[in-house]
Every structure is written in structure tokens, then in C-alpha cells.
């Protein structure tokens, strides 16, 4: 079956630069969630769409922007990094519909190093 | 907001040992809760969903329990194995769309 895809895997990038992320849902899902998660932190919400609209929103710096496209893929872009942005970013997508039975499907992550 | 705790943090066992680990949760009003396995750089893999209106799930040696008035939920490891050892995190899905992450306890099972 098909699982979310994220891509890069691996992003080295030095201070003050800019990065994206990209994230490809399952097919069918109606809904996004970006989460950041540190070394030996739990997975921090970022952001959410659904619809192609931004649904809600977590800790997510005003450096960074997020959207997703016609085509349900979403984009994270990380502007003026800082070494505290070296994490691991994951993507997820859901149904909203009958939520008390759809699990939320995370992707393998985007390891992004900031030096 | 939704606060998600896991006790212990981490756990240390012998291969064929059962265990349990577990998660609270401070919000009852919740859709579901799901429990996820987390190997060292890598993505989160779902284990069980566990319904706001049930008590129980099993998939094979994990059994889930949900208390939803209490606000806790147990993830129970039958016949541990080395190939269990992984960060072991509860996730509640709760109002507003928005899943809440504990802070995930750590297993070692040792051969």
C-alpha cells in the first residue's frame, strides 16, 4: 500500500539559508500535519491542512511557511535557519471523516542539519 | 491544551518478559488514541488505534487498553523480544484535528 513520502530524506544546510521540505500523502487523504521532532523530543505539531487549507497551526516559527498544493502535496519552507532548527520533520495525512477510527500515517522523515 | 504523559521513560527488560508501558492523558475529549513504535531515526510506524468508544485492541503479542474517563491507556508487550527494543510513543487525537504526542518511553530488550 502506499505511504506518505517525504523527500529530501537527508538536508545539510548552513545558517541563515533557506530550505524546503516536500510531503506526498497517501492517496486520498484529506489531510496534512507537519511535525518537528528534536533529538530525544517527542514529535512537535507544526501545522495542518486540510482541503488545501490551512487548518490549524502549532509551534511553528514565523521564519517558516507552509501550503499544499492542487495536487495534495504539501511543502515546508524554512527561511533564515538557525542551528536550533537541526531536526527530524515529519509529514502525516489522515482522513478527517470518521476520525475516532482513521489513523494518522507518518512518513519516514526529513533529516535536516543546520551548520 | 492536551498534555500526554508515558511512564516509564525507559525500560530495560530480558527477552520473553512481558511488560507494560504506559500513557495519560488530561483531556478525555478525545476520538482515539494510537500507539506508535519509533526506531532510532526513523519514522513513526502505527502499531494499534484504540476508539474512543472501545476498550481494547490486539494485534498479535500487543494488547492496548483505553480508560477514557481516567484518561490512560496501557500498551501491553507479551513474550518480549530484542526485536521490540524501539521508543514506544502514545499519540491522542483530540479536538480541533490536532494529535498530541507523549514523551515516549524507551525499551531495551536484552537477549
Known amino acids: 500500500a502506499a505511504g506518505v513520502i517525504q523527500s529530501p530524506r537527508h538536508l545539510i544546510k548552513e545558517k541563515r539559508e533557506t530550505a524546503t521540505l516536500k510531503c506526498y500523502p497517501i492517496p486520498r487523504h484529506d489531510t496534512v500535519y507537519w511535525y518537528q521532532q528534536g533529538p530525544g523530543q517527542d514529535p512537535q505539531f507544526l501545522i495542518s491542512?486540510?482541503?488545501?487549507?490551512?487548518?490549524d497551526k502549532g509551534s511553528i516559527p514565523d521564519r517558516f511557511s507552509a501550503q499544499q498544493f492542487s495536487d495534495y502535496h504539501s511543502e515546508l519552507n524554512m527561511s533564515s535557519l538557525e542551528l536550533g532548527d537541526s531536526a527530524l520533520y515529519f509529514c502525516a495525512s489522515s482522513f478527517l471523516a470518521e476520525r475516532d477510527r482513521r489513523p494518522i500515517y507518518f512518513g519516514e522523515g526529513s533529516w535536516l542539519t543546520v551548520v | 491544551k492536551q498534555e500526554v504523559t508515558q511512564i516509564p521513560a525507559a525500560l530495560s527488560v530480558p527477552e520473553g518478559e512481558n511488560l507494560v508501558l504506559n500513557c495519560s492523558f488530561t483531556d478525555s475529549a478525545i476520538y482515539n488514541l494510537q500507539w506508535f513504535r519509533q526506531d532510532p531515526g526513523k519514522g513513526l510506524t502505527s502499531l494499534l488505534l484504540?476508539?474512543?468508544?472501545?476498550r481494547e485492541q490486539t494485534s498479535g503479542r500487543l494488547n492496548a487498553s483505553l480508560d477514557k474517563s481516567s484518561g490512560r491507556s496501557t500498551l501491553y508487550i507479551a513474550a518480549s523480544q530484542p526485536g521490540d527494543s524501539a521508543t514506544y510513543l502514545c499519540?491522542?487525537?483530540?479536538?480541533?484535528?490536532?494529535?498530541?504526542f507523549g514523551t515516549g518511553t524507551s525499551l531495551t530488550v536484552i537477549p
Open positions: 491542512f486540510y482541503e488545501k487549507m490551512q487548518s
Open positions: 499519540a491522542v487525537r483530540s479536538t480541533g484535528n490536532q494529535f498530541y
Open positions: 484504540i476508539q474512543s468508544s472501545q
